[in-house]
C-alpha cells in the first residue's frame, strides 16, 4: 500500500555533506511526522530529526547546527541536508513516517529501506 523510498547516501569525505530524501508512494492520504533514524551494526537505531505536519523540527543534540530536516508536502518527500560530516556519522539511515491511507484514516508508522551513508577520513 504505501512505500518509503531513500536516495542520496553514499561515500563522503570528512566535511563534506550529502543531502539524503525519503518518497513516500501508494495510497497515501495524510503524512503527520517523518523522521530520520541512523543505525550502525550492533547499535540500536537512533533519532536523528523530526519535522511535524506543521514544519516544526526537532534534533539530536549531535547534529544541531549541522543537518537539517525539511519537507515538501506536495511531493510526500521529506529531507536530510548534513554537512560538516565527520566518520562518527557512518550509518544506515532510515525515514519513518506516520501515514493514513485512503479508507483507513488511521495513521500507521513506516519505515524506508535504508540508505548507506559512510564518511571518510
Known amino acids: 500500500q504505501v512505500q518509503l523510498v531513500e536516495s542520496g547516501g553514499g561515500l563522503v569525505q570528512l566535511g563534506g555533506s550529502l543531502r539524503l530524501s525519503c518518497v513516500a508512494s501508494g495510497t497515501v492520504f495524510g503524512i503527520n511526522t517523518m523522521s530520520w533514524y541512523r543505525q550502525t551494526p550492533g547499535k540500536q537505531r537512533e533519532l536523528i530529526a523530526v519535522v511535524d505536519s506543521s514544519g516544526g523540527t526537532d534534533y539530536a543534540d549531535f547534529v544541531k547546527g549541522r543537518f537539517t530536516i525539511s519537507r515538501d508536502n506536495a511531493k510526500n518527500t521529506v529531507y536530510l541536508q548534513m554537512n560538516s560530516l565527520k566518520p562518527a556519522a557512518t550509518a544506515v539511515y532510515y525515514c519513518?513516517?506516520?501515514?493514513?491511507?485512503?479508507?483507513?484514516?488511521?495513521?500507521?508508522?513506516?519505515w524506508g529501506q535504508g540508505t548507506q551513508v559512510t564518511v571518510s577520513s
Open positions: 519513518n513516517e506516520e501515514i493514513s491511507v485512503y479508507l483507513d484514516m488511521r495513521f500507521h508508522n513506516y
